[in-house]
């Protein structure tokens, strides 16, 4: 026996050269145009699983006619899977030249070096980041779905690599993606294949933070002052240093105090409730407000000369917000602390938990501190005795601006180049011709008999996985009623749903505890997507930027894997469904080659175009709403006076911000909702039936080879239109099925077949 099959080897690979050499002679601009002419559209619509729309053969028409030009021009070699792989190829090299453009433009655009090339309007800001996303999403998807393709095709088996997997006793994949393959190909292409998938990973992780936005988040002081305080002609020993304001800087602190007084007397400042000023307030981000004025009547404060806060003032008490502090973890707790001032036990707690009590008891909402003494060391302090009676706030613009990231610019363009380049060397230097599709494999089984096989016209790729052997002889038919899943092992659904749901279950939980941690009354309808909201911000993360772009664009790689595993479901699901329609009606094979006689070629996308193109759609749009659902923020700081930088009350050095991460409830909603339909759809799907009358190959080389052992006079069968059924019947009763080019009869129930 393993002589015999060391003979095949030897022999079975020239058969297939030939007919590859056949069909580069016949495959040129004429034999297709008479091909073209020679189909009608019940032939090209005849595989759809659904019922054909009209538009449907014009849809084809259109994709074929590329095909049909590179042919003529670059002749018969790039006329089956290299015209997708050298599509994909110049593709890649368009998005080239479109990231290495945007990269000096965006570099040439920044302000002096900042990596800032808009600042403005927080809403032009907002339409420009989403759009600008949506460009990437969509250079992204060309760029991965060609990295996909070219993949496919590298971990697709030849002729040779197949007959060696039989005479070993195991299969390989046919026309689906999967690893399975690796180790059973050639290493050039299996390092092709890794190059592709390990390029990829950057491209998740790094191309939606090429682009980001920032918003501003402003320093401010919380002054608690009586009603005299701005009506009086003069800021009343504003510059006066001493007393409990000696520790902050003298400059900063006066020169705001006078700022905020003449701003009161002019009526400049926005009157708010306490309710309204605490909801203002408590915000770790500060982007629409500013100074503000904590006012309570006169006859609740001691006389200026009694005030040691600043002797002889108005003002009692003070105290800075500093937008640093939202950076740590530590720090951010108490914030806004001096919203909790009048809390006797403020020291004990954190502020941020105890917002909702003082707003349930906001008439007695107190702040800050009463001291009273000679002097600083001999004073006596106690919690303040006045409510406060309502606000004078500064309304504040936010300040929104576009960042482009060049070293993540520059990282994404060698990984293009990378891309680029590799599947231009697989198009011109890659010599095999894989089996890429079911065709693929029929035409070269009925060319060249696989004798591994012989004697299994009724195995099932299901007869191969559930036994490490099968071996030939007559069995009977059971004409049993299969499913979509049915072409698809239990393992595969399984992990396959398990992936989405569990990603599905996560998104769910991580939006309830960022709707918790926000504004739930506002924040879902008023945050729109990828909006850079001080609501929505993630606080206490890492501030480097590389970090927090790789959690940012985790979940893309997430989604890439899901979406592989869903795209392999179908296909193999679709192929099943292809399989079956052989048993009832005669047509020409789908080849990834240049179709002959009554072949057909293949879709460019490897699936239907109505299910193909709106799955590539879907993946483009579902990698868009993840990028607009966690994203890359950066905040930058603005000191008291409005402008950048953060000086602080202690006169430290200034700081310009920080990267952290921004949350859209909405678009996380959005993707929740597109994935559970997936889910559904997926499963709905699954349970279409299979017509009955073959059994199923899937996506199983062994399976296949065992329906290619035909009658020994069709002579190129392969290139005809073929059916599988009944070929023969012996005197003995037993019968034979396979596929042929003459008229066959469907097996009958309980049945010998051999």
């Known amino acids: 026996m393993s002589g015999h099959i060391r003979n095949f080897f030897k022999d079975s ?39 054909p729309l009209s538009i449907h053969s014009k849809t084809t028409t259109v994709f074929n006619a590329p095909k049909e030009r590179a042919r003529r021009l670059l002749g018969p070699r790039f006329a089956g899977w290299r015209f997708g792989v050298l599509n994909f190829a110049c593709w890649a090299s368009i998005v080239f030249l479109i990231n290495f453009i945007a990269t000096i433009c965006g570099s040439a655009a920044s302000q002096e070096g900042d990596g800032v090339f808009y600042d403005g309007d927080c809403d032009y800001v907002k339409k420009l980041n989403s759009g600008l996303h949506i460009l990437i999403n969509v250079l992204g998807t060309v760029l991965l779905g060609g990295s996909n393709y070219c993949m496919q095709a590298m971990s697709a088996p030849t002729r ?35 190059l592709l998938g390990i390029s990829s990973l950057p491209l998740h992780l790094f ?106 003032s108005r003002v009692y008490w003070a105290s800075s917000f500093d937008p640093s502090d939202a950076q740590s973890a530590v720090r951010s707790a108490n914030a806004y602390q001096w919203i909790c001032s009048g809390r006797p036990d403020r020291l004990d707690e954190v502020c941020t938990e105890h917002v909702d009590d003082i707003k349930r008891r906001v008439d007695q909402w107190r702040v800050g501190r009463y001291c009273s003494g000679e002097d600083i060391y001999h004073s006596h302090c106690e919690e303040g005795r006045w409510p406060v009676d309502y606000c004078l706030s500064e309304k504040a613009t936010p300040h929104c601006k576009l960042h482009f990231e060049m070293s993540i610019a520059i990282v994404i363009i060698m990984l293009n180049f990378v891309k680029a380049a590799l599947m231009f060397y697989i198009a011109f230097r890659v010599k095999e ?30 007869s191969f996985k559930r036994k490490k052997s099968y071996s030939p002889g007559p069995r009977p038919w059971q004409n049993a009623q299969y499913r979509w899943k049915d072409v698809t092992s239990k393992t595969r659904r399984f992990i396959t749903l398990a992936m989405f749901l569990l990603a599905l279950v996560l998104v769910s939980v991580l939006l309830d505890w960022g709707i918790r941690s926000a504004d739930v009354d506002s924040v879902i309808t008023r945050v729109g997507f990828g909006a850079v909201d001080p609501r929505t911000a993630i606080m206490g993360m890492s501030s480097s930027l590389v970090a927090n772009a790789v959690v940012a664009n985790s979940p893309q790689l997430c989604l890439s894997l899901l979406y592989f595993s869903y795209n392999a479901l179908f296909t193999a699901m679709l192929m099943g469904y292809e399989w079956t329609t052989y048993a009832f009606k005669s047509k020409g094979l789908r080849v990834s080659s240049c179709p002959i006689g009554a072949q057909r070629s293949t879709y460019f996308l490897q699936l239907p175009y109505r299910f193909g193109t709106p799955l590539m759609i879907l993946s483009g749009t579902l990698h868009w709403l993840v990028s607009q659902s966690i994203f890359l923020i950066a905040i930058d700081y603005y000191d008291a006076f409005g402008k950048p930088g953060n000086n602080k009350a202690w006169g430290s050095a200034s700081a310009s911000g920080y990267t952290t991460l921004g949350f859209s409830p909405s678009a996380i909603i959005s993707v929740i909702v597109l994935g559970s339909l997936m889910v559904v759809s997926i499963i709905a799907f699954g349970y279409v039936p299979y017509k009955r009358g073959m059994p199923l190959a ?44 003459k008229e066959v009869r469907g097996p009958a129930e309980g049945a010998v077949y051999i």
């Open 13 to 51: 690979v020239a058969p297939v050269s030939r007919k590859h050499r056949m069909n580069d002679a016949q495959c040129d601009g004429s034999e297709l145009r008479k091909l073209a002419d020679k189909r009608s559209d019940s032939d090209v619509l005849e595989d759809d699983p659904v019922k």
């Open 160 to 194: 040779s690599e197949v007959s060696k997997a039989h005479a070993s006793g195991t299969w390989l994949d046919i026309g689906v993606p999967g690893v399975r393959n690796l180790k059973h190909i050639n290493r050039r292409r299996i390092v092709l294949w890794c």
């Open 207 to 312: 191309y939606n933070s090429a682009v980001y936005s920032s918003i501003s988040s402003n320093t401010y002081w919380a002054v608690s002052v009586s009603e005299s305080f701005f009506q009086d002609t003069e800021c009343l020993n504003c510059q006066k240093s001493g007393g409990m304001a000696g520790y902050w800087n003298e400059t900063i602190f006066s020169t705001a105090l006078e700022i905020i007084w003449s701003r009161a007397r002019n009526n400049e400042l926005q009157r708010l409730s306490p309710s309204e000023c605490i909801d203002e307030y408590a915000e770790l981000i500060q982007s629409n407000r500013g100074n503000v004025l904590l006012v309570a009547s006169d006859h609740n404060f001691p006389p200026p000369e009694q005030n040691y806060f600043i002797n002889d």
């Open 433 to 462: 011709d894989p089996l890429m599709t079911m065709g693929d494999a029929v035409a070269s089984f009925l060319e060249s008999k696989d004798p591994p096989t012989r004697n299994m016209c009724l195995a099932s790729f299901m």
């Open 698 to 741: 899937g996506s199983c080389s062994l399976a296949i080879s065992a329906a290619c052992h035909g009658e020994e006079n069709e002579g190129n069968a392969a290139m005809e239109k073929l059916q599988w059924g009944v070929v023969s019947m012996g005197q003995d009763g037993v019968g034979h099925c396979a596929f042929s080019t």
